[in-house]
């Protein structure tokens, strides 16, 4: 996909505001302007669906239902999508209406745990919260067949890490497992890290580092479900990558799709030309919906 004009003033945008986050005075900063950007989201994906909120045993998890959706929800194709944020941040409205999109596109319920954030809960609190979500739709009678995974950033840090928890606890896979510009590797040792280092209009590695800090509050980063880039991916389902050519993380969803394939697992990836990280969460730009719809074709099709 050829970056658009308005994604190329876009990263223009981006390099003029991006900031190095070192400690917690920045952080705080950082999430009232996330709250101050989501607000303007606020409402738009009502428009598209019906949300309720249901209760874990650590957060709250909202549900969406296309407006015109009539199937029992046993029976339904769900999209369990793990939101992005560096795993200490939300804008819970911009990942509601990219769910409603995606989940009006595919006639599916999207479920959207509001997981716990670092550095209030540490690792393995997400985990936690993101496993339970899965297991809470397998026991309201919901097929491991008519879930698809879905992570954004953290969020598909955050899914390769529930892909080792199914494995290892004996469940189901789901129907498939698509990583949006997806993290990993608290190893920080995937090449692009330092290729990139410059080239990302939204991140710097000194930021990754700060957020390292919180998120693992001591946990050795070598670990595979702390590090699920680390692990096998044996057994896996077919899984999407998706990453910007020249943003840090774009060598975890490269290497994660080389570990896929090496695996036996049906995989794809998409690596855009000069687009800032998370393409698909930024619904103002053209590039978003080409993405968007190149996502939403490759889970139909593993349904």
């Not at 303007?40 to 309720?52: S, T, Y």
């Not at 929800?73 to 911009?94: D, M, Q």
């Not at 999207?110 to 297991?135: K, M, N, T």
């Not at 090449?191 to 990754?208: A, Q, T």
Request: hydrophobic letters at 45%.
């Amino acid at each position: 996909m050829k970056q658009s004009i308005r994604s190329r003033l876009f990263n223009l945008l981006l390099r003029l505001i991006r900031r190095p986050i070192s400690n917690m005075r920045q952080l705080t900063a950082l999430r009232l302007r996330f709250a101050k950007i989501d607000k303007r989201a606020e409402g738009k994906a009502e428009r598209l669906c019906r949300i309720k909120q249901i209760a874990q045993t650590h957060c709250q998890v909202d549900v969406l239902q296309p407006l015109d959706f009539a199937e029992e929800e046993c029976s339904a194709k769900h999209v369990l999508f793990f939101h992005g944020g560096a795993y200490c941040l939300r804008s819970p409205n911009s990942h509601r209406e990219m769910l409603s999109a995606v989940c009006t596109n595919l006639s599916a319920i999207g479920v959207l745990p509001d997981y716990r954030l670092a550095p209030e809960d540490p690792h393995p609190a997400a985990i936690d919260d993101c496993f339970e979500s899965y297991q809470a739709l397998l026991d309201r009678g919901v097929s491991a067949d008519r879930i698809a995974l879905l992570g954004d950033s953290a969020g598909g840090g955050l899914l390769l890490s529930i892909l080792v928890k199914i494995r290892l606890a004996g469940l189901a896979m789901p129907s498939s497992a698509s990583l949006l510009s997806p993290a990993g590797d608290w190893t920080l040792s995937v090449p692009s890290l330092y290729e990139n280092e410059g080239r990302d209009p939204m991140f710097r590695l000194s930021s990754f580092l700060f957020f390292r800090s919180l998120y693992l509050a001591g946990y050795d980063a070598n670990d595979p479900v702390v590090s699920p880039l680390l692990a096998s991916f044996d057994g896996y389902p077919p899984m999407y990558f998706s990453a910007s050519s020249t943003e840090l993380l774009r060598d975890v969803a490269v290497l994660g799709a080389q570990k896929a394939r090496e695996a036996g697992v049906p995989v794809e990836i998409d690596l855009w030309p000069g687009h800032c990280h998370d393409i698909q969460l930024m619904a103002m730009l053209p590039d978003s919906k080409i993405a968007r719809n190149k996502l939403c074709e490759f889970i139909a099709k593993h349904w």
